[in-house]
């Protein structure tokens, strides 16, 4: 289908974008790009290994668009002013979504499981992504995070595979309703909350994606999900988590620093399961990838096997590292599921929180400011500490009037500890003053691949204070 075509990438560095990029490119087409963080000169590192693939790439302003048989792929809703969508419109060069383009490679595939839900969807597909590798099925993986167990000298940025096998794994995104592209064979459906679009959209777009699956697998802890899933009584769905009739069910929990151990119980056998990555959060996401590798025809004992080897993935409570018994963590957290998902998983164990947060532009402030503040003033303790810097902004058109502040002021007002620094470096200086051996510092945060490098230098920071 994509054989010998030419597909030019606006935006190629993105976090959705790289890994289609990739798998396009190993489907026989010629790629190019473009990004403007490429041109502002950051994450070098990511746009040296693009080229080391043969991908060339070029600045955002219309240089890499020649012919009109090039197809550009770009978001809906990136600006006609911008360079490369003006040079495409004047060669005539058709335009696709990157959604359009990764619905179309997903539903041409043999078999397919696509991840959906407002949180959880990259780990899930990772660990999908790991359980069929491993169980020898050479899926190809399409996930929007960098997937540690295929990082490789050759792939730093593991966030897709190209495999050679009849399954195709993607997590599948609401927040643009792209979700309503995609034809799965097996759906897993992790949670229904708010997050980018109302509940009501939400529950429209979710309901759709569930009824069109084979086998929708569904998290039978989320009471959204459960309200949305159980009247459509549909036939050969699974449901997973801690409740009692849940089809894969965790019992006998016991938390560990870095893990969890746990007992499955599945098709009426009971299996010991030990995770190395924390939190209950990844002991339900375990739960779901489990049920969705077994729907594939995966046994439930090779699936358990293999997610006890799964690393996890990049900046999803991924441990920068420790100095003078201060820890580092940089962690995805954006939405008030994935915040308060990291924040329980750090308060399982005694030590202080100091929690940094970046949000992730102005309008999820307006969208779900309040519910924000709300999960930061509920999870964190009298002792804790919160600070708060501008927005992730990199150019265009936005509405600036509601911004950090406002989630600094409502957790303050709940008798929290909330500080809003503009600028990130201060924030940075800030945060090794507060510290103190014993602390558990985190770096919140999405759509800024900047944000691993500043926990890394809080990090070097805090080893050479005098604690």
């Known amino acids: 289908m994509h054989k010998n075509k030419s597909y030019f990438f606006c935006g190629i560095g993105g976090s959705g974008m790289l890994p289609l990029a990739n798998i396009v490119r190993d489907a026989g087409a010629s790629v190019a790009g473009s990004d403007r ?42 600006e006609d002013s911008v360079p490369d969508i003006a040079k495409a419109k004047a060669l005539g060069c058709a335009r696709m979504t990157r ?35 491993d169980a020898g099925r050479d899926p190809t993986i399409m996930n929007g995070a960098v997937m540690k167990n295929f990082v490789a000298d050759d ?31 097996v759906a897993v459906l992790n949670n229904v909350s708010l997050d980018h679009k109302s509940l009501e959209e939400l529950r429209q777009l979710f309901g759709d994606f569930a009824r069109k699956a084979k086998v929708c697998v569904w998290n039978a802890d989320d009471a959204e999900t459960v309200a949305l899933v159980a009247p459509m009584a549909l036939a050969d769905a699974i449901s997973f988590g801690f409740s009692a009739d849940a089809n894969f069910r965790a019992i006998d929990i016991t938390d560990l620093p870095l893990g969890s151990s746990f007992t499955l119980h599945a098709m009426g056998e009971a299996y ?31 699936a358990v096997r293999s997610v006890e080897s799964f690393c996890g993935l990049a900046r999803r409570f991924d441990i920068v590292g420790t100095a003078n018994d201060i820890t580092v963590i940089d962690d995805f957290g954006h939405n008030p599921d994935k915040i308060a998902a990291t924040l329980a998983t750090l308060k399982a164990f005694p030590g202080r929180i100091i929690a940094f947060f970046q949000p992730h532009g102005y309008g999820p402030i307006r969208v779900m400011g309040a519910e924000l503040a709300g999960v930061f003033a509920d999870n964190l303790g009298a002792d804790d500490h919160l600070l708060l810097c501008d927005p992730v902004y990199f150019g265009g058109t ?7 502040q406002s989630i600094t002021e409502a957790v303050a007002k709940a008798a929290r500890n909330a500080e809003y620094i503009p600028g990130r470096e201060d924030c940075g200086e800030r945060i090794v003053e507060l510290a103190r051996p014993g602390d558990r510092i985190v770096i919140m945060g999405a759509r800024d691949d900047t944000l691993s490098g500043f926990a890394l230098d809080v990090l070097k920071s805090a080893a050479k204070m005098n604690y």
């Open 37 to 78: 963080a490429l041109d502002q000169g950051r994450l070098g590192p990511k746009f040296k290994w693009l080229q080391s693939l043969g991908i060339d790439l070029f600045p955002q302003d219309g240089s890499g668009l020649v012919g009109g048989d090039q197809i550009l792929i770009a978001s809906a809703a990136i």
């Open 272 to 302: 010991p399961v030990t995770l190395i990555v924390p939190g209950r959060h990844n002991i339900a996401n375990a739960l779901a990838a489990i049920a969705a590798s077994v729907a594939l025809g995966v046994s439930v004992a090779q």
């Open 99 to 133: 959604a359009e383009l990764l619905a179309d490679l997903f539903n041409a595939a043999p078999r397919s499981v696509a991840v959906g839900g407002t949180s959880g969807k990259s780990t899930v597909t990772g660990m999908i992504g790991w359980i069929l590798t």
């Open 155 to 185: 792939a730093p940025f593991a966030s897709a595979r190209v495999g050679q096998g009849d399954v195709f794994v993607s997590e599948v995104d609401e927040s643009d309703g792209s979700i309503a592209l995609f034809t799965p064979e």
């Open 398 to 404: 936005v509405d600036k009037s509601i911004g950090s």
